[in-house]
């Protein structure tokens, strides 16, 4: 057997390794992790809607709810672990492509290495709270949104990369949002293994939860262009002083509390992804 022939076998181990069973635990116990944090933001979001507490809706809010709990230390770790699976799932997407006809595009493959960058950090906060006990979660989402954004605007063209990054996340949003409508998710999902009450199930958290994911995050990017423009980087807003600005707008409580089940309708939905889609 020639040297090609081997390299070639090696990379179609490599993937069907990438493809087995550790990486679908590592991604099925990445997407509960999520339907957890998003079930909790969304639960402390209706809370402040109803004037009900002063935690952050956020993942620092979150994750210090969940300390309190009984088993509060256990689960924290629970959580950045699989959080460390989905970012080892998104890694092998971008190495080795996804599930699907055009899973090994260079476009799949980009996003897929743009989560993985993302669940990075997103794990690397959660193990780090889990490790400190830090019952802030290494400060709020707001405060680390405005020294990003001040640091940003110190360098050369800040102002203008600010805003770049602040149309991104608005696109991205956006993206989310009608990706939900329309419903692509089908594309991931066994549903040859659903039921028709399942998957209407499934279409409401997913549709509603991901339509509430996506306006959440484009807000988010709006703050920030604003900010941009204004070159004031106390705009800047964190998921939570967002949440709290959906109160502030004439519908009064009642957007956020909206957008609050929203997100805990992805939560479920992050569920059902966990339990039913095509790794």
Not at 9 to 32: D, F, I, K, P, Q
Not at 128 to 140: I, K, V
Not at 187 to 215: C, F, N, P, Q, Y
Not at 250 to 257: E, H, N, S
Request: aromatic letters at 10%.
């Amino acid at each position: 057997m020639d040297t090609s022939a081997l390299a070639w076998n090696g990379r179609l181990r490599a993937r069907r390794a990438a493809r087995g069973s550790v990486t679908e635990g590592a991604a099925r116990a990445g997407l509960a992790a999520r339907g957890v944090i998003y079930l909790l933001v969304g639960a402390l979001a209706l809370q402040i809607a109803f004037g009900d507490t002063s935690a952050q809706a956020d993942r620092g809010g979150a994750l210090a709810e969940v300390s309190q709990k009984p088993f509060g230390a256990v689960l924290l770790w629970a959580l950045g672990i699989g959080i460390v699976g989905m970012a080892l799932w998104r890694l092998s997407e971008a190495l080795f492509g996804s599930v699907g006809q055009d899973g090994r595009s260079a476009r799949k493959r980009l996003l897929a290495t743009v989560r993985f960058f993302f669940y990075v950090f997103a794990a690397y906060s959660v193990l780090s709270f889990a490790a400190s006990r830090n019952r802030s979660g290494g400060g709020s989402s707001d405060q680390q949104s405005r020294d990003a954004t001040a640091r940003a605007m110190e360098m050369p063209a800040g102002q203008w990369l600010v805003g770049a990054v602040g149309i991104a996340v608005v696109v991205a949003g956006g993206w989310v949002g009608v990706r939900a409508v329309l419903r692509k998710y089908h594309d991931e999902l066994r549903l040859g293994r659903m039921s028709r009450w399942t998957l209407r199930l499934v279409d409401i958290t997913g549709v509603v939860g991901g339509a509430a994911r996506g306006l959440v995050f484009a807000m988010v990017g709006v703050f920030a262009v604003r900010a941009a423009i204004a070159y004031e980087p106390d705009r800047a807003k964190g998921l939570d002083d967002t949440m709290r600005t959906f109160a502030d707008t004439p519908l009064g409580p009642w957007l956020l509390v909206c957008v609050a089940a929203g997100l805990v309708m992805f939560g479920v939905f992050s569920f059902a992804m966990a339990r039913w889609r095509r790794v």
